[in-house]
């Protein structure tokens, strides 16, 4: 499952739940070059807002005038907007291929759900937040859904009778404090379609903090890392410089399966933390083999916003299983530019 369809899902909650109509569409076939693959979705409101992707944009802008004129009873679409789900198809011919800017060759089919149910909606949502995998099943005779707790991550299946695609949980992460830099990574993490948790138990910093969609807590930093019980689809960053609250938060979440555990610093303090962790904690080697710092690709960042765009690029890479050549680390970087 893409991680951004938790937000397709949670924007359609919100629409249905608001008593607005609403669709989901959801890619069930692809014949050639696709620009997204078999199980994407998309959510489209009345209003003509959109959240999601099937495409590279010229579909989701022929389903956006399709079907906003459908709920106003115009077009050939009005009689089905409330009914079952319905198929459609996109770029058959080599010229719809081109107006609908798929690759050469494209075709894909979707499948459209008129006005899903809230309440199975919201259903869906608490399963994922908890960390649960989900089967979603579509009876394409009458639209009725069925879900149930799924053992293993599938591809989406498409028969004769009904269509069943998987959602897994969403990609989760946990800043440790709210300062400046918080904010860009939390901003960043937040478009890449991350949950995000931010934890500070310094009110001073709460008090300004301005990313609307993150969650704030004030417990210490240890106590959030157990409660959030960090899965391999979580992350956990160090921002605040202070081992108070770095190093336990740090520790904890090592004890864990999330897939990026890692610090702020300078190769100076990060050295250093390795020493106290060892020192205090009796860590060994091996116990901090996973704990990266400093974080970040090396992009010459100076400023806060341009060290956490490099953050978010090794949490990305971290997460989509991309090896990234020795030099790309910061430490690295540095040793080699100083033996210049």
Known sequence: MDNLDVTVLRALHGWRGAGQRALLATVVRTWGSSPRP?????????????VGSVSGGCIEDDLIARFTRAWAGEGEDAARVGGPPVFAKYGVTADEAHRFGLPCGGTLELLIEFDPDAGALAELLAALESGQLVQRSVRLRDGAVVQRPAATPATLQAGAQEVVNTFGPEYRMLIIGAGQMSEYLATMALFCGFAVTVC????EYRASWSVPGARVVSDMPDDVVTALQCDRRTCVVALTHDPKLDDLALLQALETPAFYVGGIGSRR???ARRARLKEHFGQTDAGLARLRGPIGIYIGSKTPPEIAVSVMAEVLAVKNGVALPQGAAVEQAKQALERM
């Open 38 to 50: 078999e199980g994407s979705i998309m959510a489209l409101c009345e209003s003509g807002a959109v």
């Open 200 to 203: 500070d138990p310094r009110v």
């Open 269 to 271: 303090n990060n050295a």
